[in-house]
Structures are given as structure tokens and as C-alpha cells.
């Protein structure tokens, strides 16, 4: 049972848009920030997004993050065939004094 | 050049040792906290220990605390893991990675390795 809650599965048809929820506390999301990750299993996690809204050079305007809060969501628009991966939330948990990924969501683009 | 490579995986018996080893390349690695992270087949991302730049500071995931100890050689630009008294549910891909931000509540993990496999098996 993960600290940050995601849902297991989204899905889209290409070219529309999908929001993946990241729901914590206040020990971990409410006061501290939040980055997105994309995993495809056997290849390295890639940065998406940090701070909750920034990202790193070379990840398209497609991908956006937001928080309120005590949650967090991911945006992508535009949904490509290679977007296909699982995405994980994560932060730092002030009472776990622990890094704590979400469950991972894994986006199906059909 | 692949900044982060990771080596030292293999299979092992339950009670065993590994000692995973990190070889960073292209960047200042001593400017740099380092975390590992496991995939576990059929599993999400688990986050495993996170080292200071200078090596002062560690935190451990409550399930290898005690087991693992994470340690660097900056003069090596290489990361440790040691993993002792390994289990089967230890059995993952684990991946070394830098980790930015000025404190716990700024981090984020930013280069990753390709990952090295663990298996825990008799």
C-alpha cells in the first residue's frame, strides 16, 4: 500500500488529453514538492516533471504538473502511441523521513 | 557516454551478499546527492536510500534498513550499495540516480542509470 495513491490505469485515444491523479498528506504532498516520472520496465525512469510544474530541458510542452494541496495531477496532451509507459508520482515524506513513490499509473494510449 | 552505469548484479541465495557499484561519468558526481531505486517484477517503483554529495547523511526505506548500507568513494565517482541478509522480495532491477534540489523537500531524481538485476533465489 503506497503513502501516495494513483490510479492503476488511465487510457486515451491518440491525440486527446489524460490527467493522472497523485493523492498524499501533509506529511509528504501538502508540504513539500512533488515530480512525475515515467518508467517503462527494463529501461531507466525518466524525469518529467519537478517542483510540481517545472520541466527539465527536452520533455515537450505536452506534459504539465500541478498541485493543490494535499494532491497532484499530471496532464498530457496529445497522447502519442509512445507515450504508452507507466507514470509514478513522488516527493519527500516528512514523517517517514523517506522518499515515497505513488502505486504508478500505467497509461494505455488506444 | 552514459553518465550513469550500474553493475554488480546477479543471482544469489537467500542470506547472501551483493555489492552494487554506480559509475558516474560527465559531471561533477561529488556535487551530487545519489539515490537507488527498485523495480520488483510485476511491482512499481520502490524507493530504496539516498546518500549526501559528501557522504554525511543517509536514509534508508524501512524494508533494507539494516540490511543495505548506500556509501560513495567521490575520488572513484562511483556509488555503492552492499546488500546483506537479502531476501527474495529484494528481487528487482535496481537503479542509481543523481538527486537535485537544496533539501528533502526540493529533491528530485533527474539521471538515472540503465539499471543492474538482482535475483534472490535458491
Known amino acids: 500500500q503506497s503513502v501516495l495513491t494513483q490510479p492503476p490505469s488511465v487510457s486515451a485515444a491518440p491525440g486527446q488529453k489524460v490527467t493522472i491523479s497523485c493523492s498524499g498528506s501533509?506529511?509528504?504532498?501538502?508540504?513539500?514538492?512533488l515530480s512525475w516520472y515515467r518508467h517503462l520496465p527494463g529501461t531507466a525512469p525518466k524525469l518529467l516533471i519537478y517542483?510540481?510544474?517545472k520541466r527539465p530541458s527536452g520533455i515537450p510542452d505536452r506534459f504539465s504538473g500541478s498541485k493543490s494541496d494535499t494532491s497532484a495531477t499530471l496532464g498530457i496532451t496529445g497522447l502519442q502511441t509512445g507515450d504508452e509507459a507507466d507514470y509514478y508520482c513522488?516527493?519527500?515524506?516528512?514523517?517517514?523521513?523517506?522518499?515515497?513513490f505513488g502505486g504508478g499509473t500505467k497509461l494505455t494510449v488506444l | 557516454q552514459v553518465p550513469l552505469v550500474e553493475s554488480g548484479g546477479g543471482v544469489v541465495q537467500p542470506g547472501g551478499s551483493l555489492r552494487l557499484s554506480c559509475a558516474a561519468s560527465?559531471?561533477?558526481?561529488?556535487?551530487?546527492?545519489m539515490q537507488w531505486v527498485r523495480h520488483a517484477p510485476g511491482k512499481g517503483l520502490e524507493w530504496v536510500a539516498i546518500?549526501?554529495?559528501?557522504?554525511?547523511?543517509?536514509y534508508y526505506a524501512d524494508s533494507v534498513r539494516g540490511r543495505f548500507t548506500i556509501s560513495r568513494d567521490n575520488s572513484k565517482n562511483t556509488l555503492y550499495l552492499q546488500m546483506d541478509n537479502l531476501r527474495a522480495e529484494d528481487t528487482a532491477v535496481y537503479y542509481c540516480?543523481?538527486?537535485?534540489?537544496?533539501?528533502?523537500?526540493?529533491?528530485?531524481?533527474?539521471?538515472w542509470g540503465r539499471g543492474t538485476p538482482v535475483t534472490v533465489s535458491s
Open positions: 546518500i549526501w554529495h559528501d557522504g554525511s547523511n543517509q
Open positions: 513522488g516527493t519527500w515524506d516528512n514523517s517517514l523521513s523517506a522518499w515515497v
Open positions: 540516480a543523481t538527486v537535485r534540489g537544496s533539501s528533502w523537500s526540493l529533491w528530485y531524481f533527474d539521471v
Open positions: 517542483e510540481n510544474n
Open positions: 560527465g559531471f561533477t558526481f561529488r556535487n551530487y546527492g
Open positions: 501533509s506529511s509528504n504532498i501538502g508540504n513539500n514538492y
